[in-house]
């Protein structure tokens, strides 16, 4: 296995809609673990590992590893291809993303969940003919939970607002920078927004996106990864 944990835990969602005909399930997704433990354990990171020792050892159930586990990106960088089995349907994606995602988060960092589920939708999105960097990000946001994912919604517009506002990815990372990083430079309340504003500002440029996320510092292999995705 060559590459850092996203294209690993990428690929084993690969194996789990393979493996199941294209409609995986949570159950799906944990049987990865299990038969990838060999390559990947190395790669995986303190919440993923958490869930795959937690089902191993019969200390839990797949829908049920994610409870109490620590924020990450470990769900959202890898769900490109919930969005891609989904295509045009971001509500679908969501759902279906929402499940998945438990393996890994659920209860207080339930908002890592909203994370993966709102990076599935603007991956689906992304199909829709004519559409458009604002239309792609509005399905995102729109497919979180308003209750629920409150929280993550609510970031994702603050960084929007201050994209919109400075007009520059270099004015934009300064102002990020000093007002919403997290202890946890991996978590996802730090990392979403931020995928979300470099793709408003690059007007969904590829090269630009890319180059700009993964100059972007902090975890900027995975928010290169996510906004690649999209």
């Not at 991956?123 to 979180?144: C, D, G, L, N, Q």
């Not at 300064?174 to 995928?195: F, G, H, N």
């Amino acid at each position: 296995m060559s590459g850092t944990d996203d294209t690993a835990f990428r690929n084993q969602l690969l194996e789990a809609i393979f493996a199941s005909g294209g409609y995986p399930t949570v159950d799906h997704f944990a049987k990865t673990f299990l038969d990838s433990a060999g390559r990947n354990l190395k790669l995986w990171f303190i919440p993923v590992g958490n869930a795959y020792f937690k089902y191993k050892e019969g200390l839990t159930l797949p829908a049920y590893a994610g409870w109490g586990n620590m924020q990450s990106s470990s769900s959202a960088m890898a769900i490109a291809p919930m969005g891609i089995i989904n295509a045009c349907n971001p509500k679908q994606a969501a759902l279906e993303t929402m499940e998945i995602a438990s393996f890994i988060h659920n209860g207080e960092t339930g908002f890592c969940r909203d994370a993966a589920c709102a990076m599935a939708a603007a991956v689906t999105a992304a199909f829709k003919p004519e559409t458009t960097m604002e239309k792609v990000i509005e399905s995102a946001r729109t497919e979180i939970l308003p209750i629920s994912g409150h929280e993550m919604a609510g970031l994702i517009s603050e960084a929007l607002e201050i994209a919109r506002r400075t007009g520059s990815y270099e004015e934009f990372r300064e102002e990020y920078y000093d007002k919403y990083l997290r202890t946890i430079l991996c978590d996802s309340q730090e990392t979403i927004p931020a995928v979300f504003a470099i793709l408003l500002l690059s007007k969904g440029d590829p090269k630009q996106s890319i180059i700009w996320g993964a100059n972007f510092g902090r975890d900027s292999d995975t928010i290169a990864t996510m906004v690649g995705g999209v």
